[in-house]
């Protein structure tokens, strides 16, 4: 059945207007870097209320009855920032949980999986974070809920980076997953993940099939063979009772009863021996996905087993037939091992132009994801699904936003300006009115806004304060090598991860003036730790500017959602597209997935 209707284009594109409109002056407190933030007194020129009163208004926020400022006016005729009630409420107003936007979670959940509980045989926090657990188990679930809804078997993940989300993929729903990656130390890592996490869902799936297998030292065979109806009557009548317990000295006692009555039943021992141990934990694979506490049985019924050991009393086999039964076998162990690496991890850059064909050479009806996507890559995701006819769904979850390429940016290289295709905008709509946010901007868009309110998790203070005052030194005592020219200024905005290398502020200043090819000898320590105790009473001010800035988060990254949203519904081969919260936010900031399918599926239907 179709999916229930979405929210339309008009209603995205007037979402659109409402947060450019309100962006288009508050974007001056985004697009402030951090950099600069003494060198241009930005504090004092941007807000007329102490930092105190700042830092207590956002991290600990009155009641909403109770605001005395809420509805006011956010600046006063100077145009300051003078009201901190009125800017949380504003910019709240402007956030996407409060734009009637999102599809919800449980909503869309309770339409494609109904009240079916779906028993999870891999418990992700096993061998993953809390905060990894919590996005694959969700984003697994939506996207096996799409893939069946679409009778879709394969998945293109694209920027799967550790595999983590593809090799759940393919061994909690039995999906044939490609991982591609640009990072080839990711390939790898991914791939030796994936062997480990075979070999624990191996030891599981033994585990689940005789849980109270060993009752007995002496007899642990005969333990198991009393969940199997009849079978100590075909071992007395095909003679297995002596030769089980010598398999099971030379071989162990996990899979032997196994191995023993599917080569015995199917005529062909040699298939089964010792070496292929390990496939036969595999054998029943896509029964066990999806719950069966029988799978030697639903494969292979009592009855079955009575009928080829009868057979095999009362008359042998002739040669044809022997052949024919090896080759099934050889055939249906092939068809296992196939099954056992549903998980391909392949090394590329991705982009919109990507030819899927050159790098999956089987290539069928797929649902194509990403979970925290960097930059460009996301709207390459959206691309790939509506520019390839064989991409069917799409579940794109994005992140780093200040590494997107943006078209209408205010670059000083003219000849950037000329690349394309463009990371933001991509909907026709904003692209008409030339919208731009600016990196500083798109960089504050990745704050966690619930994590530091909520969660009351704190931003890097140090690192930040320590940035700034080395520009104060730089401007003060190399002002002639910072706008010597273009190049050297943009050396200058990056010293890296200096910061978590030093050991003291002046520790600090030497190797990040090492790092922009400054000569800070004839600079003494005392001068240098002068700089930081001048500035450190005003830290308070730093702290207070990120946390209008973390304010001002959610409502940057809604319209980057947005236009991604927008530029979906404009397409004409998409049927129904989404916008949906998957993940709690205070675990997982970048918590907003775009959900779409494309209309060959809706017309199936």
């Known amino acids: 059945m179709p999916l229930s209707a979405d929210v339309g284009l008009d209603l995205v594109k007037s979402k659109i207007k409402y947060l450019t409109n309100f962006l288009d002056f508050y974007l001056k407190i985004a697009n402030v870097h951090t950099v600069d933030f003494y060198t241009k007194d930005v504090w004092n020129e941007l807000v007329a209320v102490p930092p105190e009163a700042v830092i207590s208004g956002i991290l600990y926020p009155q009641a909403e009855s109770t605001r005395e400022g809420k509805g ?333 390429s943006e078209e209408f940016e205010l670059l000083d290289n003219k000849e950037v300006s000329s690349q394309g295709p463009w990371g933001f905008p991509m909907s026709q709509y904003m692209r008409s009115c030339a919208w731009h946010c600016g990196r500083n901007a798109r960089m504050s868009a990745c704050l966690p806004f619930e994590r530091v309110t909520f969660g009351h998790v704190q931003l890097p203070l140090e690192s930040l304060f320590y940035r700034a005052v080395l520009q104060v030194i730089i401007k003060e005592h190399f002002g002639n090598e910072e706008t010597s020219n273009t190049v050297q200024r943009t050396k200058i905005k990056h010293v890296g991860k200096i910061y978590f290398k030093s050991s003291s502020f002046v520790d600090y200043i030497r190797k990040a003036t090492e790092k922009l090819g400054m000569d800070s000898s004839k600079m003494s320590a005392n001068l240098i730790q002068g700089y930081y105790d001048r500035y450190m009473p005003r830290m308070k001010e730093l702290e207070a500017f990120n946390l209008l800035k973390v304010a001002l988060a959610p409502c940057i990254e809604g319209l980057i959602l947005l236009d991604r949203l927008c530029y979906l519904k404009e397409q004409q081969n998409v049927a129904w597209s989404a916008l949906v919260q998957l993940f709690d936010p205070v675990k997982s900031p970048r918590c907003y997935a775009i959900i779409a399918t494309g209309c060959q599926r809706m017309l199936a239907v």
């Open 72 to 404: 006011g006016s956010v600046w006063d005729q100077s145009q300051k920032l003078n009201n901190v009630d009125a800017y949380m409420g504003i910019t709240r107003d402007h956030s996407l949980p409060n734009l009637g936007i999102c599809t919800p979670l449980d909503d869309l959940r309770q339409e494609l999986w109904g009240d079916k509980q779906k028993e999870m045989f891999l418990k992700t926090s096993t061998f993953m974070n809390t905060k990894k657990s919590h996005e694959v188990e969700v984003m697994s679930e939506m996207v096996a809920c799409f893939a069946n809804y679409c009778n879709i078997q394969q998945v293109i993940d694209v920027g799967s980076g550790k595999g983590y989300l593809s090799s759940y993929l393919s061994m909690q729903y039995g999906l044939s997953v490609y991982g591609i990656d640009s990072s080839t130390t990711n390939t790898i890592g991914a791939n030796e993940r994936n062997r480990k996490l075979e070999r624990y869902w191996k030891v599981y799936q033994r585990q689940k099939k005789a849980p109270t297998q060993i009752t007995e030292p002496e007899h642990p065979k005969e333990e198991q063979m009393h969940n199997v109806e009849n079978v100590t009557k075909i071992k007395d009548q095909i003679g297995l009772v002596g030769e089980q317990k010598r398999t099971e000295t030379q071989r162990g006692h996990g899979q032997s009863l196994m191995q023993t009555l599917i080569s015995t039943s199917f005529g062909d021992s040699e298939i089964y021996n010792k070496n292929n141990a390990e496939i036969s934990a595999e054998t029943f694979r896509s029964d066990e996905y999806y719950g069966s506490e029988n799978a030697f049985l639903e494969f292979i019924s009592t009855d079955a087993v009575e009928v080829a050991s009868q057979e095999r009393q009362n008359k042998c086999l002739d040669d044809k037939e022997r052949e024919r039964r090896k080759n099934a076998g050889l055939e249906a162990k092939a068809k296992r091992i196939k099954e056992a690496n549903l998980y391909s991890p392949i090394t590329l850059h991705v982009t919109s132009t990507t030819e899927l064909h050159d790098i999956v050479s089987d290539v069928k009806d797929s649902m194509v994801v990403g979970l925290h996507t960097c930059g460009d890559l996301a709207s390459s995701t959206l691309r790939i699904f509506i520019t390839k006819p064989e991409i069917k769904a799409v579940c794109s979850v994005g992140c780093c936003y200040h590494l997107l």
